[in-house]
């Protein structure tokens, strides 16, 4: 469609942070016409004395009992008192009154709101605190994205729509150098790979398991390197990562926001209870209290809170005078200095301490699950709010894969073309948005999370009038598209009503796929053709109160046999024909009584964030299941009928590697005043040994032991809660000779609690609050669903040897997140339309990912690659590989219309019809190759054709 005049190319994705064993930091270069912002900006330390260095900080959720908007605004503070423009204003002010003070600010969501709205002399004024390094950004992303159930795909989106506007508004002293993550409930290791890839220096957060932190503390472990990747070659994935003293609060005494009631500092001996000396003997205490838990003479305290400063002077009248009073004390032999600082300010001084290696422990596993006492982990928001995890996960790919691309093949025509005015930032805003740890999280108000659907959804109104526009200018037609939204529930009213209508396929990946569509039609006679005119298979399947009909292209193989029990109806066996393995395999669902607090052992209710179940008992739903099947040339199904709460349909497509079940889950019944967590549980001949396998963020997999943490000896007090992980996008058991891989459609929790089995959480009606501040119960039903939410979701089997099993599963996984977009179109397409077109030169090879095409700017587009495969996974892709961007250009789009082929074909006859513009320059840099799980970032200047 388009190709290259010049290309510029940029590795945001900066990877330098430790040598080989030397803790070195790299001090950044600070831009001449700045000179005094970054680490230069620093106030000066006393070497030999304990340096405390004062962070004060507000922490603003992007949304959680309020809504982001309210939160800015300071809406509602019937329901909590906050308002963001507020701390922002204030906090100004006071930062202008005394150039000692320092702050940091995090959530870029909230800056960008607030930053719109001042004038360009506050614009001034605030560059020049920046430039001085006295209001410093640190994270910087959008938000501060929650850790357990977010895709890294839109992590790294997130974070660049935030540091893309901090660079453009601030330009370098606008960069961040530290990642903060102070509130996520839990940690994964592939963030912190993400954030050493992206280039932050060190890692901060508050949050980590109540055993863990006190062993660290007793050995002083609360600071360390974490080898964040078991791929990337040492050091691109270490980072520096600090455990903060107090969470994210302040020493307690010493919180002097207006939502505190600490006493203020009082020194006016001549007034009423003059407290100086009190305060300062309190301070010292604490300050030597902490050293005694850290390695170095440095000791960070943050000095604030969720949504604390909006009346900043409070905060900082009293820290300028602990400074001061504190800081006399040196004249009498104290040995304390404390100063404002930043925690890049802090990090630099541990740089500077020049400590020796090892001096630092290594951490290479994950911080999940966390707990705060022993029968309080938070191992339910894995699971919690399943439907808005699940929209949340397939706006990710409209967004990713069709809004992107399409913008970027369509030009400035998407964004204003036939079908009217479109963007794609109304969307990016809301994925953006949505990975906050209060919102995919699900441990949101529900008028919360309503609001966060409602923004998803605007963002698909604006992004289909994008993508409506680009096919309408590709394919020359301009007949009107209908996007069915309810396809996963059979709803499509234009199928259902018109006779004849045309299907549109959209494939976002780099390379074919064959993908079966389902759809909802009116009777069993249609007669399917591609686009040349040929007989497509298609077979209609009556299913209850609704007609479907299934397309597919590729020729039938028999990959996977199962088996169901004729006496229970329940699935008994799979085997794969290739590699002639098989497994016992039973499957059913259950679920646990969630606790109300009336538990010998413990008051801890299961909650939004906290899942406690009453004992470790499962009820089971149904030992048999109701069954029907359904044969075809197509598709066999099994559809099997729990209860009236419960079904699935078990389906086998021919030549298909995978086996889907589709499971239908609600509304959960709470007639007998239980809350129940809804399980369903795969038991497997394989000898798991306690060990099973979870994703991180949909990238790294990392394995998981019963009962136990690779770097610190668990006691454990929870034996279901303790051993759940979250699965953002596979889980599987294996043996020596059989792995069984289950990828997921979104984010859920699960575990492997006995040998040979794996549960995975489906759904959640709870009862009562597990107070953490969410006071609500995690009960969710809607105008459409008064009884209670309806949920539904597949999961997707496969079987192979262990050794092979990452090349099936890999690529699957990619499937799911990132869906073909299917379009409708009344009637037979027009002659004069072009049926098939591309804008995928060449396939990628199988291990590399295309990850982000996206328009950067009017000339510019965003394009990552990635290597799919990790070091260990494949003999035959994890290997290195090297992508030539002359001969394959980007974005690698191919479009189908008109039913299922390959598109490969496609692709191809393209690249012949219209060869290449010869490019000058180095033919290294247009050759880019990648290590197992690499990510390269370029931007790329295209012309449109
Ligand atoms: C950062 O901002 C500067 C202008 O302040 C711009 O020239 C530069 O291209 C930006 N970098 C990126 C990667 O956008
Ligand atoms: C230092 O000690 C002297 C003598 O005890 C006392 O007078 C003075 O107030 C002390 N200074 C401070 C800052 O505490
Ligand atoms: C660290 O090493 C540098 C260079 O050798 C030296 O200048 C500096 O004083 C050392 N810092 C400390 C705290 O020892
Ligand atoms: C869209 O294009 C039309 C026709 O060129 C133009 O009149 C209109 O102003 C454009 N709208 C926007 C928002 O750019
Ligand atoms: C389905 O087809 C029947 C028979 O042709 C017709 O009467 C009915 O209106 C159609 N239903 C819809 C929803 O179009
Ligand atoms: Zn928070």
Redesign the pocket.
């Known amino acids: 469609m388009f190709s290259k005049m010049a290309t510029t190319v ?1 590795t ?1 994705f900066v990877l330098l942070l430790f040598q080989i064993g030397v803790f070195s930091l790299p001090v950044s270069q600070t831009p001449q016409e700045s000179p005094t912002c970054g680490y230069k900006s620093c106030h000066a330390i006393k070497p030999g004395m304990l340096n405390v260095h004062l962070v004060p900080h507000t922490h603003d959720d992007v949304g959680w009992l309020k809504t982001v908007d309210q939160y800015f605004y300071g809406a509602r503070n019937d329901i909590q008192h906050a308002g963001v423009q507020y701390i922002l204003d204030s906090v100004v002010d006071q930062l202008l009154k005394n150039p000692d003070r320092r702050f940091i600010y995090v959530e870029t969501a909230f800056f960008y709101r607030w930053w719109k709205r001042q004038s360009g002399d506050m614009q001034d004024t605030v560059k020049q605190l920046v430039d001085e390094g006295r209001l410093e950004f640190v994270n910087g992303g959008w938000c501060m994205s929650d850790e357990a159930t977010t895709h890294y795909s839109a992590v790294v989106d997130q974070m660049t729509i935030g540091l ?1 506007f901090l ?2 508004t601030f ?1 370098p002293c606008g960069r961040p150098r530290v990642a903060w993550h102070i509130d996520p409930f839990g940690h994964a290791r592939e963030h912190a790979s993400v954030f050493a890839q992206m280039g932050y220096d060190g890692f901060f957060f508050g949050r980590l398991d109540y055993q863990d932190r006190s062993r660290r503390k007793a050995s002083r472990e609360q600071e360390m390197v974490w080898r964040a990747s078991e791929s990337l070659v040492p050091p691109v994935a270490d980072l520096f990562t600090g455990i903060l003293p107090n969470g994210y609060n302040p020493p307690e005494g010493f919180c002097w926001d207006q939502l505190c009631d600490d006493p203020p500092i009082r020194d006016d001996p001549d007034l009423e209870d003059y407290n100086v000396e009190d305060v300062v003997s309190k301070f010292l205490t604490v300050a030597q209290e902490q050293v005694g838990v850290y390695k170095t003479n440095h000791i960070i305290m943050t000095m604030g809170s969720d949504f604390q400063y909006e009346n900043a002077n409070l905060w900082y009248k009293n820290l300028d005078k602990l400074i001061r009073y504190v800081n006399q004390k040196q004249v009498n032999g104290s040995n304390i200095h404390v100063l404002y600082s930043t925690p890049s300010c802090y990090l630099q001084e541990l740089h500077r301490a020049n400590l020796s290696c090892p001096y630092f422990p290594m951490r290479i596993d994950d911080f999940f699950p966390y707990a705060d006492a022993a029968h309080d982990f938070w191992t339910g928001y894995f699971t919690s709010r399943p439907a808005l995890k699940r929209y949340e996960r397939i706006s990710n790919s409209y967004l990713q894969v069709i809004c992107n691309q399409m913008e970027v093949l369509g030009g400035p025509t998407s964004r204003n073309g036939s079908f009217g005015v479109g963007n794609s930032d109304t969307m990016k805003k809301a994925m953006a948005v949505a990975q906050h740890h209060d919102a995919v999280s699900g441990t949101e108000k529900q008028h919360v999370a309503d609001d966060y659907a409602r923004r998803l959804a605007n963002g698909w109104t604006q992004c289909q009038v994008l993508v409506s526009n680009t096919l309408a200018a590709l394919s020359g037609s301009s007949a009107p598209r209908v996007y069915c939204e309810h396809l996963n529930i059979s709803v499509c009213p234009l199928t259902e009503s018109s006779s004849k209508f045309s299907v549109n396929v959209y494939n976002p990946l780099a390379r074919p796929v064959g993908w079966s569509v389902r759809l909802p039609v009116n009777g069993t006679a249609y007669a399917v053709t591609d686009s040349s005119g040929n007989a497509v298979d298609s077979t209609a399947v009556n299913a209850i109160g609704c007609t479907t009909w299934s397309v597919e292209t590729n020729q039938k193989h028999a990959f996977l046999k199962v088996t169901f029990d004729p006496e229970t109806g329940l699935l008994s066996s799979l085997s794969n024909l290739e590699t002639q393995q098989t497994v016992r395999l039973s499957q059913n669902f259950y679920w646990y009584n969630a606790s109300d607090g009336n538990n010998k052992d413990s008051k801890q209710m299961s909650g939004a964030y906290i899942f406690r179940p009453n004992s470790s008992t499962t009820f089971i739903i149904s030992k048999t299941a109701k069954i029907e099947t359904v044969q075809n040339s197509v598709v066999q199904e099994v559809r099997q009928w729990f209860s009236p709460w419960v079904s699935q349909v078990v389906r086998l497509y021919a030549d298909s590697r995978v086996l889907e079940l589709e499971w239908t889950v609600g509304p959960v019944p709470i007639g007998d005043n239980m809350g129940k967590e809804v399980i369903t549980r795969f038991d497997t001949s394989i000898n798991s040994s306690g060990i099973f396998y979870t994703d991180s963020n949909g990238r790294e997999v990392l394995q998981r032991r019963k009962d136990y943490r690779p770097t610190w000896t668990l006691t454990q007090t929870e034996p279901v809660a303790g051993n759940y992980y979250p699965i953002n996008s596979r889980a599987y058991i294996k043996d020596e000779k059989d792995q069984l891989t289950v990828v997921t459609d979104r984010s859920q929790g699960g575990g492997s609690i006995q040998d040979g089995s794996l549960e995975i959480m489906l759904h959640r009606r709870l009862l009562h609050d597990d107070v953490r501040g969410v006071g609500e119960p995690l009960n969710e039903a809607s105008d459409l669903y008064p009884e209670g939410l309806v949920v539904r979701g597949r999961l997707l089997l496969s079987l192979n040897p262990p050794a092979v099993a990452a090349n099936t599963h890999r690529p699957l996984a990619q499937e799911v997140v990132l869906q073909p977009l299917i379009t409708f179109t009344e009637g037979l397409l027009p002659p004069n339309t072009r049926p098939e077109f591309s804008g995928l030169q060449t396939a990628l090879p199988p291990a590399v990912h295309l990850l982000t095409v996206s328009q950067w700017d009017p000339d510019l587009v965003l394009l990552r690659l990635e290597h799919q495969y990790e070091a260990r996974d494949s003999k035959e892709h994890s290997q290195p590989v090297t992508v030539n961007l002359q001969v394959s250009p980007l974005p690698s789009t191919f479009i189908l219309l008109t039913g299922l082929s390959p598109s490969y074909r496609c692709a191809v006859c393209l690249s012949g019809e219209k060869p290449l513009p010869k490019t000058k320059g180095d033919p290294s840099v247009w050759e880019v190759t990648l290590k197992p799980m690499e990510i390269r970032t370029f931007l790329l200047r295209v012309r449109l054709r």
Do not use: A, K, S, W
Request: aromatic share 0%; glycine share 16%.
């Open positions: 940029h945001p893309r660079n453009d330009g």
